[in-house]
Structure formats: structure tokens, C-alpha cells
């Protein structure tokens, strides 16, 4: 069994068939998904129902993203948020708008259960991402943090890679885990990107809502599969770009 970890998908369901496929995925793999499954490609609600029915047949964990909270929020009372417009949330807002359905019960039902975070039996840690307390995600403060902060992966970049963590000057918010896995913050927006390390952190968002591709990653080997940069399975359509 394999432990596979898919970046920000970002509505991109045509990139998600690619990925599985190209990674031979089985029912004996176990898939963690970043989050952010929304706000950028056409079709949100096809993304949505894929990852529900997936779910069925497959062992998946979902993290929730910031983007999923700021979609749910949409659904819940009506409130057309301009910043999650412009940034992606137009074209989702579309896609639920334009499905003849008005019943959108299993799509709530799939935001509320998302994961902040997951630790695996291996100490690996995965969410969107990232977290401030110097203590590890059980002493958070804010549970925002979770699909919002920026600061962990600057934080991760920033370390010399000669310094590991028995190295005093580690920092010790990292120091808890194995590895951590993120999304949220694109690799590249107007590039090809694979995924890339900073200290124990692995970055996986490569920029699927841009002109990059989705990416899914074994974290035992970190042999990956990508699809085809996601806004050439979408012509026409700008994304986020």
C-alpha cells in the first residue's frame, strides 16, 4: 500500500483523472488530499462529486483548504465574498449556479468533514498550509491557521539545507514531525513546477490554478506523476491566471 498526497486541485477534476491514472492508483493506496478542490476551473461541482464518489471505492482523507471554507460559506448563506470572487470563486460560484440540482446537501456535508490536518502512523503530517505554535498543531491557537498561513513554508525555505533538525538553530515548530506536507502556496504561477522541499517540508502545490500542472506524490518514495499543465485541458478558460 502506498501513501499518496495530491496538491490543490482548484476545480481541476480533468487533471485529477490524469494524475490517478498516470499513478496507476488502486484501491490499496491510501490518498490525502491538500485541499483546495475548488475556485479557479469550470468545473467545481464535477470536481466535487468525483472526490464523493471516489471516497466510496478508495481510502481518502481530506484537508480542508481555505478555499473550501470561503465555497461552503457561499453555499451556506448566499454572501458573495468579492475577495473569493476575484480570486477564483466566480467560476465556482458558475458552476453551482449553472447545475440543475438545488439540493447541495452532500457537497455541505463534504466541506464539514474536512480535515484540519492528519498524522499518519509514521509521523508525517499533512495540511493545507501550515501552523505557528511552537508546540505542533495539538496547541494551536486559531484553527484558521490550518488553511491559511503562509508563514511555514517561508519559514522552510529560509533554512539552510546543511541544517537538520538535531541542529540547535532548527526551528522547533518543526522539530515534531517526521515530515509535513503542504499546499496553498503555488510553487509557480507562470510556470511548470514539481514539487520541492524546504527543510522536512514538501510543498505540493505546483500551481494547478495557474498555468501549472496537479500533482500527486508518494511520500515514502517522492517518485511522482503530474498531468498536463491544467489550463490546457481547459481552453478558453484564464483560472486564476
Request: aromatic residues 12%; charged residues 25%; proline residues 3%.
Amino acid at each position: 500500500m502506498r501513501t499518496l498526497v495530491i496538491g490543490d486541485i482548484h476545480s481541476g477534476v480533468r487533471a485529477l483523472e490524469q494524475i490517478l491514472e498516470r499513478a496507476n492508483v488502486d484501491k490499496k493506496d491510501h490518498l490525502i488530499f491538500l485541499g483546495d478542490y475548488v475556485d479557479a476551473w469550470s468545473t467545481a461541482v464535477e470536481t466535487v462529486d468525483f472526490l464523493i464518489d471516489l471516497d466510496r471505492n478508495h481510502h481518502c482523507t481530506f484537508i480542508r483548504g481555505n478555499h473550501d471554507e470561503l465555497c461552503r460559506e457561499w453555499l451556506l448563506t448566499g454572501n458573495e465574498n468579492p475577495t473569493w470572487l476575484a480570486h477564483g470563486g466566480t467560476a465556482t460560484r458558475n458552476s453551482y449556479q449553472q447545475d440543475p440540482r438545488k439540493d447541495w446537501g452532500a457537497h455541505l456535508e463534504f466541506y464539514a468533514n474536512l480535515k484540519n490536518y492528519y498524522l499518519d502512523r509514521n509521523n508525517r503530517l499533512y495540511l493545507h498550509a501550515g501552523y505557528t505554535n511552537l508546540k505542533g498543531v495539538e496547541y494551536e491557537y486559531f484553527d484558521q491557521l490550518f488553511y491559511w498561513d503562509r508563514t511555514l513554508w517561508e519559514l522552510a525555505k529560509a533554512i539552510d539545507e546543511r541544517i537538520d533538525v538535531s541542529h540547535p538553530n532548527f526551528p522547533q515548530r518543526l522539530t515534531h514531525y517526521k515530515e509535513v506536507f503542504i499546499g496553498h502556496t503555488p510553487l509557480s504561477k507562470t510556470a511548470e513546477a514539481e514539487p520541492k522541499k524546504g527543510a522536512n517540508v514538501w510543498n505540493v502545490d505546483t500551481g494547478a490554478a495557474f498555468k501549472g500542472a496537479l500533482t500527486i506524490m508518494d511520500v515514502e518514495s517522492k517518485e511522482f506523476w503530474q498531468s498536463d499543465p491544467v489550463h490546457t485541458l481547459y481552453p478558453g478558460e484564464r483560472g486564476r491566471n
